[in-house]
């Protein structure tokens, strides 16, 4: 494994009731950049980030996370793996039990703190890195679609992982809320040289944070490139992908 | 050998099985590994416990007050109304006391934990304590499963209590049977090993419900629907594991606590 990569994906296949949704992914994710994953709804990106994080165990294929293959690893021995990576979930997942303080603290205080002095003042700073300082009592449910995302994005990162797994981060919110999220992706990346994949269909979201772009379609990696080599590619693919065509009849 | 293998049901039924005494074992496993969150425990024993007391104390009551009456129309007309209260007391402890009250939590408890867990499961919150490096198991079956281990004994000890109360009520004010030979009868006939044996009810009952209402839980799928569904299949399910559980416990349990022998 090579030492720029954070993740490295070799030949990974998964199947669903029959179906083939991953077909022999290869991907590399180089350490401290940002990859965006694009490809169509329903094409298994979601599915594909799972598998990073142990959330899906995979049909065959080897899966390496900082040089260890995570593929044939249990529940309990997945744990510290997991302890290095943040996931925001498409929807937020927050508890919906708790306040969003105790949402955002739940990895700190999972991880031993207990000094409430201490857990107040990293969700603090926290919630402040996504701009909703004061909202800490708040319960999900009060909340708007973004505010959801930004506080799971607050959970995700309050424990400073080396990498974090968006699942697309910007669907169902607003051209403003997605700039917001958009920002603090990228500001994460350059501040905290956090290593990011990102899944999503959303080209504004892709041009404003990618280092790297790859096209997952029919279960392969059809594209994997630079954001430029993208936009300067001529394949009819990425063609349609970029320019939002479908070739369906009216 | 295709036979029974070849019958969906019948395997749909061998996984469940499996799938639940797998529950079962990780649970154990855990809580003898020590992984047991105490504040956690602390909550769902409020929940279990506290939260039912009065579904409890009315089953209970009223159960043994019934219970009482209908016993007492029947020896009365045997000249036999001083053994009504031994009839109530052994019935209520071996079995009225420990399935009724496993039957009011299954509906009560094993729902919301069904509905708690399979709405955690479909919004994406379990992946989300997974992928927070926290163990579903332990989060969330573990406590469940130690507060129900405590609550219920203490719950079915509170049933009989207020069913026996109950029955002297009944009994002694409203159908004139004499409180000296309704107590003393009581005393004589009702043996501690008939108590032991509604605590082990009450223990196995628990276990039941607690291993049932979390696996529908976390195998709920499809949504809102798959939420109902998994709730109804958890109260349905636990409910009658308990009565068939019972038959064969009191089978055994008769074995080891004779009923009538001092």
């Known amino acids: ?250 | 050998m295709k036979f029974p293998y070849s019958f969906p049901v019948t395997r749909a039924f061998c996984t469940y099985l499996g799938q639940t005494a797998l529950l079962a074992g990780e649970t154990f496993n855990s809580i003898f590994a020590g992984r047991i969150r105490f504040k956690l425990v602390l909550r769902q024993i409020v929940e279990i416990g506290f939260g039912s007391q009065a579904v409890v104390i009315i089953t209970g009551g009223f159960t043994g007050a019934v219970f009482t009456a209908q016993t007492f129309f029947q020896f009365n007309a045997l000249n036999m109304s001083s053994a009504v209260g031994p009839v109530v007391s052994v019935a209520l402890c071996r079995e009225l006391g420990p399935v009724l009250t496993a039957l009011m939590v299954a509906g009560r408890v094993g729902a919301a934990m069904s509905a708690e867990i399979g709405t955690m499961k479909v919004t994406e919150q379990i992946d989300a304590l997974r992928a927070l490096a926290v163990n579903p198991v332990d989060y969330l079956v573990v406590p469940r499963a130690v507060a129900m281990m405590i609550s219920m004994p203490l719950l079915v000890g509170e049933c009989l209590f207020f069913g026996i109360l109950a029955s002297y009520f009944v009994a002694i004010r409203l159908l004139n049977v004499g409180s000296v030979y309704f107590l003393h009868n009581m005393w004589t006939y009702t043996h501690g090993k008939d108590i032991v044996m509604a605590m082990t009810k009450g223990y196995v009952f628990a276990l039941l419900i607690v291993f049932v209402a979390c696996n529908q839980g976390l195998s709920t799928t499809n949504g809102a629907v798959g939420v109902g569904r998994s709730t109804t299949d958890a109260v349905v399910i636990s409910s009658l594991c308990i009565l068939i559980g019972n038959f064969f416990l009191t089978m055994a349990l008769n074995i080891v606590f004779p009923a009538g022998v001092h």
């Open chain 1, 1 to 250: 494994m090579s030492e720029k990569n954070l993740i490295e994906v070799r030949d990974l296949r998964q199947t669903f009731s029959g179906q083939e949704i991953l077909r022999g992914v290869n991907l590399d994710i180089p350490r401290g950049e940002t990859m965006v994953l694009l490809g169509q709804s329903g094409g298994g990106k979601s599915v594909f980030l799972r598998h990073l994080i142990g959330l899906i165990r995979p049909l065959s294929g080897s899966i390496r996370i900082d040089g260890e293959e995570i593929s044939h690893l249990n529940e309990r021995e997945l744990e510290p793996i997991r302890r290095k990576i943040g996931m925001l979930f498409q929807d937020g997942a927050l508890f919906d039990s708790m306040t969003v303080f105790e949402n955002v603290a739940f990895p700190l205080r999972e991880k031993g703190e207990r000094k409430e002095s201490v857990l107040r003042k990293k969700v603090a700073q926290a919630l402040e890195l996504v701009s909703l300082q004061g909202q800490e009592e708040k319960m999900p449910v009060n909340l708007s679609g973004g505010m959801r995302k930004r506080a799971a994005l607050a959970r995700a990162i309050i424990s400073e992982p080396a990498c974090i797994l968006y699942d697309e981060p910007t669907a169902g919110l607003d051209p403003i809320v997605s700039d917001t999220i958009n920002r603090l992706i990228r500001r994460l990346q350059t501040h905290l040289k956090v290593t990011s994949i990102v899944v999503t269909h959303d080209m504004i979201s892709t041009n404003h944070v990618a280092d790297h772009v790859a096209l997952l379609r029919e279960g392969r990696i059809h594209f994997n490139g630079t954001l430029s080599e993208l936009h300067s590619s001529k394949d009819p693919v990425l063609r349609d992908f970029i320019d939002g065509r479908s070739h369906e009849i009216d």
